[in-house]
């Protein structure tokens, strides 16, 4: 049956509209996004074969171009009007660090760093620099691994804080598992690098990891 010919209040748009954007599943959401289904098919079962075939909403917004583009219904349109709709969210919630005091709203942080790294498929390791007001200065991604290490020099993060003339810093790395539980080596790299920029009176507020959930705090967590 067509989404036309369902319930209003079980369709898609409607139910965004009263409701709002979270309380829709996945596959509805992503059946906004498609508009259409195909013949005999709603765009809600078809973004439910679209979520099988990549194994969820992560997985597709991350994937290649080619991979992309090979799924059931998907093509060259879709790819970039998805690039386009990630993108301003990004840029979004950059303009929202950037107008306030970043610990204000620390939503805004994790929002922000999960649209930055959540998809990738590596691990990236970035840097939030922060001026006298803790209001952002830049985003960097400084150092990128393989899909479960990088190689982080708390050297080169110092560096950078002098070259921004950053007074305090946030660091934060992606799991590419999805499991954004921080490890040892996290917490010792943290160290590491709480040590070296309190050499150059630059303070380390937080590291935050980034998974499928909410990023973890590990000053939150103590840890820091």
């Not at 829709?24 to 098919?41: H, K, N, V």
């Not at 990891?209 to 705090?217: E, F, N, R, Y």
């Amino acid at each position: 049956m067509s989404i036309k010919h369902w319930p209003e209040q079980e369709r898609p748009r409607e139910k965004l509209i009263h409701q709002g954007a979270q309380a829709l599943s996945d596959a509805e959401l992503l059946a906004i996004f498609l508009r259409t289904g195909t013949q005999g098919i709603s765009a809600v079962e078809l973004a439910r074969q679209v979520l099988t075939e990549f194994g969820g909403l992560r997985s597709l917004m991350s994937a290649s171009r080619e991979d992309f583009c090979k799924g059931f219904g998907l093509g060259d349109a879709k790819y970039t009007q998805l690039q386009a709709v990630l993108e301003m969210s990004k840029r979004h919630l950059k303009e929202q660090l950037s107008r306030e005091t970043v610990f204000n709203n620390a939503e805004h942080v994790r929002a922000y760093l999960s649209s930055q790294l959540r998809h990738s498929q590596r691990e990236i390791f970035a840097v939030l620099f922060l001026d006298t007001q803790h209001r952002l200065i830049r985003y960097q991604e400084l150092f990128m691994g393989t899909i479960d290490a990088a190689a982080v020099y708390p050297r080169e993060v110092v560096k950078a804080a002098l070259q921004y003339n950053a007074a305090a810093v946030i660091l934060a790395h992606n799991h590419p598992s999805g499991v954004a539980e921080p490890s040892q080596a996290d917490i010792s790299i943290t160290s590491r690098i709480k040590d070296a920029l309190n050499l150059v009176e630059v303070r380390l507020l937080d590291h935050f990891v980034v998974g499928d959930a909410a990023p973890v705090s590990l000053a939150e967590r103590g840890l820091i």
